[in-house]
Every structure is written in C-alpha cells, then in structure tokens.
C-alpha cells in the first residue's frame, strides 16, 4: 500500500502541480498575445502621424486603413480567445483529473487503516429520514483523516433506527407516581420502541447515543461500554419537566431491565461499527494540523508516513521483507523525492556518491 497507493497519490499531485504551472503559464501566453494585438492596433494609428498628405486625404486613408485593421484584429482576437479559451481549458480538465487520482490513491492508501491508531470513532447522525456516518481516525504523528461511510447498505440504518428493530418491547422508568389502588409509588414507564436514534458516537467498545420521541420532544440518552465479560449502562431521561437520571437513581434503576438494555446497547454498538467496513470517500486528512486535501501536497504527508513508519518496529520489519529493488523501482517514479524516502527508511540500493548528488 505504502509504495503502490501513496506512491501513486504523490505521482499524480506532482502532475498536478505540473498541471496548475502550466495553465498559469497558458493565463500569462493569452494576456502577452491578446496585449500584442492591442499594440499592433495602436502602432498602426500612430503610422499616419507624420505623414506628409493633404488632411482630406490623411484622414481618409486613416479611416479606411485603422477600420480594416480594427476588424481583422478583433477577428483575430476572437480566434486566439477561443483558442487559448480550449487550451486552458483542457488543461483544468488534466488538473482535475489528476487531483482526482491522487485523493483516490490516499483513499485506497487510508482505507486499509495502515497506521498506528490511537483512537478510532463511529459519528452517527440522523438529518431527514437518513443517517450520516463518518469514521473518524487519529493516528501517530498528529496524522487524523475521516471516511464517510455507506448507511444505504445496512439494514439497521437505511431507515431511521428504533431499538424495536434488534429487541421489542424495552420500557425506562422515568419517574414514580402513585396510584389509588397502591400506597407505594410506582414508576411512569416510557417505551422505546417508541424512540428514534437520533445521534450517536461508538467506539470499539464504547458507545454514546441519543433517542428521540418526535412526537412528545422527550429524549433518552444512553451510554454504554463494556471490558471482556463485563458491560456498564447509565441512562438519563429529559422531557419538558426536566432531566431524570435513571440509573443514578436507585427507585428507578430497579424497575429497569438492564439485561435487555446491554444486549439491545452491545448489538447497536456492533452495527454501528460494521459500517467501518463500507468506506465511499475521504472526507478529511491532516498531519500535523495541515490540510492535505485541500493543499494535496502529497509528498509532505508521505514523509511525515515515513517518519511514523520508521518508529514502528513491526511496520520496519514488513518494510525489510519487501524486494529492495522493487522499492527503487517504485520510488524512482517520484524522482529525486523518491531517494529520500529511501534514505529515511534505510533501504536505498545508491551509493554514497549518488546520495550525495541528491539535493
């Protein structure tokens, strides 16, 4: 991945950078040659002056001669307008196309998940009838990039998402009442299948959502997490009357069941963690704070990998495995950045004179 899809990634947005010089450099041709023609317009009024002819004639034959001329330029100029117009054209259309390729070869690169991470996120999020889900990464060396991912595959969550989907019929005690025919207060229960998830933030084995009744604006806010054989759940509850803190309080935890709510909390966890495996776009890369989509400077972020890489004993060892000339191959395709990269993992086949020819 590392000398076939970011090499590729740093190929493709060198030929970008090419590309963007060569239609500044279209941009300075069209301004030089449409000015040109402009001063040739000037040039030729300016011969009359001088000559020595009666002012009737003068003026007449100036008339004639700068109409024409007029008219030749502006043909003339429409021409290389449109023609210039073409060229910078297809030029933006090689860029793009480049730009294209390169933030494909650092999606291929990122979605294997080839660096060392330090913590890895599922935000969920409910707009319209449909969910937005973007997997959110940050790696060594202040490396963070984001996937959106594919809801319209899952089955839980092609639709909105009610626990009624995985386990019918949970019920939260809200808050205690008391009734005629009971001297003890009992508990006001709201049912959940009755709630939509609304947002939610899952990590390998941590999860926090937000279920809403659209019709009554109640919400029920549920944290889970779990180590081995062991899972831990609070719930609070918030309506028009306030905020209830189910779990925290124990006349109301105890009327709930917990067993349903962890087995119903563990399946949405792993759902929502499944969606990692669709990945359709990179959303954002930065290292170090910078933007790499947005400068594409492909190469930086490639040394920075690198940098990173060389600190992992387990990645050096997949490195020293490969065929040192395959490497040289792949990287002479970079040329010169290609040797440094070779220099910084320690496998470059050069001799000491050729590195130090390299600037």
Same mark, same amino acid.
């Given at each position: 991945?590392?000398?076939?899809?970011?090499?590729?990634?740093?190929?493709?947005?060198?030929?970008?950078?090419?590309?963007?010089?060569?239609?500044?450099?279209?941009?300075?041709?069209?301004?030089?040659?449409?000015?040109?023609?402009?001063?040739?317009?000037?040039?030729?009024?300016?011969?009359?002056?001088?000559?020595?002819?009666?002012?009737?004639?003068?003026?007449?034959?100036?008339?004639?001669?700068?109409?024409?001329?007029?008219t030749a330029i502006q043909q003339k100029r429409e021409k290389l307008?449109?023609?210039?117009?073409?060229?910078?054209?297809?030029?933006?259309?090689?860029?793009?196309?480049?730009?294209?390729?390169?933030?494909?070869?650092?999606?291929?690169?990122?979605?294997?998940?080839?660096?060392?991470?330090?913590?890895?996120?599922?935000?969920?999020?409910?707009?319209?009838?449909?969910?937005?889900?973007?997997?959110?990464?940050?790696?060594?060396?202040?490396?963070?990039?984001?996937?959106?991912?594919?809801?319209?595959?899952?089955?839980?969550?092609?639709?909105?998402?009610?626990?009624?989907?995985?386990?019918?019929?949970?019920?939260?005690?809200?808050?205690?009442?008391?009734?005629?025919?009971?001297?003890?207060?009992?508990?006001?229960?709201?049912?959940?299948?009755?709630?939509?998830?609304?947002?939610?933030?899952?990590?390998?084995?941590?999860?926090?959502?937000?279920?809403?009744?659209?019709?009554?604006?109640?919400?029920?806010?549920?944290?889970?997490?779990?180590?081995?054989?062991?899972?831990?759940?609070?719930?609070?509850?918030?309506?028009?009357?306030?905020?209830?803190?189910?779990?925290?309080?124990?006349?109301?935890?105890?009327?709930?069941d917990l067993v349903s709510v962890k087995s119903a909390m563990a399946?949405?966890?792993?759902?929502?963690? $499944?969606? %990692?495996?669709?990945?359709?776009? &990179?959303?954002? +890369?930065?290292?170090? *704070?910078?933007? @790499? =989509?947005?400068? !594409?400077?492909?190469?930086?972020?490639?040394?920075?990998?690198?940098?990173?890489?060389?600190?992992?004993?387990?990645?050096?060892?997949?490195?020293?495995?490969? $065929?040192? %000339?395959?490497?040289?191959?792949? &990287?002479?395709? +970079?040329?010169?950045? *290609?040797?440094? @990269? =070779?220099?910084? !993992?320690?496998?470059?086949?050069?001799?000491?004179?050729?590195?130090?020819?390299?600037?």
């Open positions: 991945m590392f000398f076939t899809d970011l090499v590729d990634a740093v190929r493709y947005s060198q030929a970008w950078v090419q590309s963007l010089e060569e239609q500044k450099a279209l941009a300075e041709k069209a301004d030089k040659q449409l000015g040109k023609l402009g001063e040739l317009s000037d040039r030729i009024s300016a011969a009359f002056e001088g000559l020595e002819l009666d002012r009737e004639y003068l003026e007449s034959l100036s008339k004639v001669i700068n109409e024409f001329a007029a307008s449109a023609k210039l117009k073409a060229e910078v054209e297809d030029s933006a259309a090689a860029s793009e196309a480049e730009r294209l390729k390169a933030i494909r070869g650092l999606e291929s690169y990122l979605a294997a998940t080839p660096l060392p991470v330090l913590d890895e996120q599922v935000v969920l999020e409910l707009s319209e009838s449909s969910y937005s889900a973007i997997a959110e990464y940050k790696c060594e060396g202040k490396i963070e990039y984001e996937f959106l991912l594919n809801t319209a595959n899952s089955a839980l969550f092609r639709s909105p998402f009610t626990l009624s989907a995985t386990h019918r019929g949970i019920k939260l005690p809200v808050r205690l009442g008391k009734t005629w025919l009971r001297k003890e207060a009992v508990p006001d229960f709201e049912k959940l299948d009755e709630y939509t998830l609304s947002t939610a933030r899952a990590s390998q084995n941590h999860l926090v959502s937000t279920f809403v009744n659209h019709e009554t604006s109640a919400s029920v806010s549920i944290v889970f997490s779990r180590s081995g054989s062991d899972s831990f759940v609070t719930a609070e509850y918030l309506d028009g009357k306030g905020k209830v803190d189910v779990t925290g309080e124990p006349a109301l935890s105890k009327h709930l399946q949405l966890l792993d759902a929502i963690s $499944d969606l %990692k495996k669709e990945k359709l776009k &990179l959303n954002k +890369l930065e290292a170090d *704070g910078k933007d @790499i =989509m947005g400068t !594409l400077d492909c190469f930086w972020f490639m040394q920075r990998v690198t940098d990173v890489m060389v600190q992992s004993a387990g990645a050096m060892d997949e490195v020293r495995k490969l $065929d040192p %000339k395959m490497v040289e191959e792949r &990287l002479k395709l +970079l040329g010169p950045n *290609g040797n440094v @990269i =070779m220099d910084k !993992l320690g496998i470059s086949t050069r001799t000491p004179e050729q590195r130090r020819e390299t600037p």
